[in-house]
């Protein structure tokens, strides 16, 4: 998993209640022959004609501004529906790191923080207000997890809150397995004594 530590570029607003997974990532675009590839399918339905091909001018991430654009500001419950991991690749893929939004939902947030992807949570209408800054200055954003704050084109910070673990797994770019495996002499050590205090239980398992 990439660490993340502090970006800068352009911050994309998609100030709208309950962006589901499907929306994310449309089923009809979902393959099953690898995790990659999914950058271009990010929000296909809107990005696209009905060909999924044909790019639509009008959309935010279609145009100059914001192509390239590495923060989204979202609106309330972002990620919701089904649990698919897909749509979690399809916005970190496009080149999003961070999202900004007032909530997320559950299965998403956490399949974000497992690949690397920032979510941040603040106010509606602090978050509101972001996206229509983001509307008017689309580049000059900067998201530090170092000291957890946002800065705006215009110099204001903002301060967000963010669980110690996982701000730390995301520093030094763990996911969940690698933070374990950190504590592999200690797992070790605990199976050699339980299987000296409690042999039975050990009788024909594969050596550790």
């Not at 709208?16 to 990659?36: F, G, H, K, Q, Y």
């Not at 690397?116 to 996206?131: F, H, N, R, S, Y």
Request: net charge neutral; proline share 7%; glycine share 8%.
């Amino acid at each position: 998993m990439e660490a993340f530590e502090s970006i800068t570029g352009t911050a994309a607003p998609l100030f709208r209640a309950n962006i589901d997974t499907d929306t994310l990532i449309p089923s009809p675009l979902i393959t099953n022959a690898s995790r990659e590839g999914y950058g271009p399918k990010l929000l296909g339905g809107w990005r696209y004609e009905a060909d999924f091909k044909t790019e639509r001018p009008d959309f935010i991430l279609n145009q100059p501004a914001w192509r390239n654009s590495c923060i989204l500001i979202a609106g309330e419950n972002f990620g919701c529906g089904s649990s698919r991991e897909m749509a979690v690749w399809a916005v970190r893929q496009f080149g999003f790191r961070c999202m900004i939004a007032p909530s997320f939902a559950p299965i998403f947030r956490q399949n974000s923080l497992r690949n690397g992807l920032l979510p941040i949570t603040l106010p509606a209408k602090l978050v509101e207000q972001l996206a229509r800054r983001a509307e008017a200055a689309p580049a000059g954003w900067s998201v530090d997890l170092r000291d957890c704050s946002i800065t705006d084109p215009a110099g204001e910070r903002h301060v967000f809150e963010i669980d110690a673990g996982e701000r730390e797994q995301l520093l030094q770019g763990l996911d969940p397995i690698s933070v374990t495996m950190k504590r592999a002499d200690e797992i070790r050590a605990f199976a050699d004594a339980d299987r000296r205090r409690r042999p039975w239980i050990w009788a024909g398992a594969a050596d550790a």
